[in-house]
T-cell receptor
Framework: ETGVTQTPRHLVMGMTNKKSLKCEQH?????MYWYKQSAKKPLELMFV???????ENNSVPSRFSPECPNSSHLFLHLHTLQPEDSALYLC??????????????FGSGTRLTVV | AQKITQTQPGMFVQEKEAVTLDCTYD???????LFWYKQPSSGEMIFLIY??????QNATEGRYSLNFQKARKSANLVISASQLGDSAMYFC????????????????FGQGTILTVHP
């Protein structure tokens, strides 16, 4: 139990499907993040939320839609994805996104395959 | 802007031996933190060790130690007495505070190093 739980662990979806990834943290953190990790590419930060407000969107295509209803839950809604969106999607949380000495706690990730 | 460079795509080590994973960084921030994470094949990112830019002593956590050389802007991870379970991808990361006192609020990661421990 890492304190950050992601579901599902694996997801296969067609390009016309709509699905959602869920992330939940039990650590009392106030910042949450979505990362994308593709094969042979560095980790890419997608979205940042602090106190459930989005503070960063790194030019992510609109087919990815985040939602943060409260500081403990973070969703990534997916629709009309492309095969190149296949990747490991990691959720993370931290105590304070403004503090450099706070590391992130990561979930186990959702391995997404778009067919 | 911040940049992390890990120049070793892959490293091999014999079980019970020590191994050093290299990390260099570039930043204009006055204050920053350096982190190492381990990612097994399962995908989870596991925090290993942290070093603050103003910390005078090198950080240690069990078999992990961080060889911090500020002037060279390097933060190498040393794993002593390697175990088979150490086989994984290792990421160096940093985050900092700029002169204006605002934080980027995000970790910048290197490309990672795949470590393989042989029996």
């Amino acid at each position: 139990e890492t304190g950050v739980t992601q579901t599902p662990r694996h997801l296969v979806m067609g390009m016309t499907n709509k699905k959602s990834l869920k992330c939940e943290q039990h650590l009392g953190h106030n910042a949450m993040y979505w990362y994308k990790q593709s094969a042979k590419k560095p980790l890419e930060l997608m979205f940042v939320y602090n106190f459930k407000e989005q503070t960063e969107n790194n030019s992510v295509p609109s087919r990815f839609s985040p939602e943060c209803p409260n500081s403990s839950h973070l969703f990534l809604h997916l629709h009309t994805l492309q095969p190149e969106d296949s990747a490991l999607y990691l959720c993370a949380s931290s105590q304070d996104h403004r503090g450099y000495n706070y590391g992130y706690t990561f979930g186990s990730g959702t391995r997404l395959t778009v067919v | 802007a911040q940049k992390i460079t890990q120049t070793q795509p892959g490293m091999f080590v014999q079980e019970k031996e020590a191994v050093t994973l290299d990390c260099t960084y570039d930043t204009s921030d006055q204050s920053y933190g350096l982190f190492w994470y381990k990612q097994p094949s399962s995908g989870e990112m596991i925090f290993l060790i942290y070093q603050g830019s103003y910390d005078e002593q090198n950080a240690t956590e069990g078999r992990y130690s961080l060889n911090f050389q500020k002037a060279r802007k390097s933060a190498n991870l040393v794993i002593s007495a390697s175990q088979l379970g150490d086989s994984a991808m290792y990421f160096c990361a940093m985050r900092g505070v700029n002169a204006g006192g605002t934080s980027y609020g995000k970790l910048t990661f290197g490309q990672g190093t795949i470590l393989t421990v042989h029996p």
